[in-house]
């Protein structure tokens, strides 16, 4: 893949990540090892979008200011050098399914991968595309994307999602249900209180 070729993957992605994700805040709510109820909340910024490239911006070019030059056709060649050729080819092929993982994702784990120079925490995905995440300040940031089907790279046992919730950044709570596994009902007695409390009233008519 050529950087002509590059830059139109990385801007057709780049679109769809800031109509999707973007500025938002997203809680993943999962059957734990334990079968227990857990959650994790994952927060997107213009700046980590860099991370799922492979691409190494010049120097003068911030993380947030490469993913403006993307958004704004304004990306040259001559603005970034490629990482790994195989590694930033693999990243890109799942693109477009790490900018809709909120749609996607149906399994969550803790990261036990053999590359030992990659430092993630927690990996969100499927089984062929898959988010790693750090935790910093009660959150989860992504930090990497791994073309790998994730029962490979997680602890077993894989943690199950039941239900995806997303807000923007500037609301209080979750106001949007993304995801309810088939066969599950989310109630006041399943969900335990600290999910409760993060979702928008309006969902206690349906939950």
Not at 17 to 31: G, S
Not at 114 to 136: D, Q, V
Not at 149 to 177: C, H, V, W
């Amino acid at each position: 893949m050529n950087k002509t070729e590059i830059i139109s993957t990385v801007h057709k992605c780049v679109c769809a990540y800031e109509t999707n994700l973007c500025n938002t805040q997203v809680m993943f709510v999962y059957l734990n090892s334990h079968n227990q109820i857990d959650f994790a909340e994952v927060r997107f910024r213009s700046h980590n979008f860099l991370h799922f490239t492979g691409l190494i911006p010049r120097e003068d070019i911030s993380a947030n200011k490469f993913y403006h030059l993307i958004l704004n056709h304004k990306l040259s060649p001559n603005d970034f050098a490629i990482g790994q050729p195989v590694n930033t080819e693999r990243k890109l092929q799942i693109l477009s399914k790490i900018v809709i993982i909120d749609q996607l994702a149906r399994m969550i784990g803790d990261y036990i991968g053999p590359r030992l120079a990659l430092y993630t925490e927690k990996i969100i995905g499927t089984t062929s595309a898959c988010l790693g995440l750090i935790f910093r300040n009660n959150y989860f940031i992504p930090n990497t994307i791994l073309h790998e089907d994730i029962r490979d790279i997680t602890q077993p046992p894989i943690g199950k999602i039941i239900a995806i919730f997303k807000m923007k950044s500037s609301e209080q709570n979750y106001t949007q249900l993304i995801y309810k596994k088939k066969g599950i009902t989310l109630t006041q007695a399943l969900l335990p209180s600290i999910v409760l409390d993060k979702i928008n009233p309006k969902f206690w008519t349906t939950l």
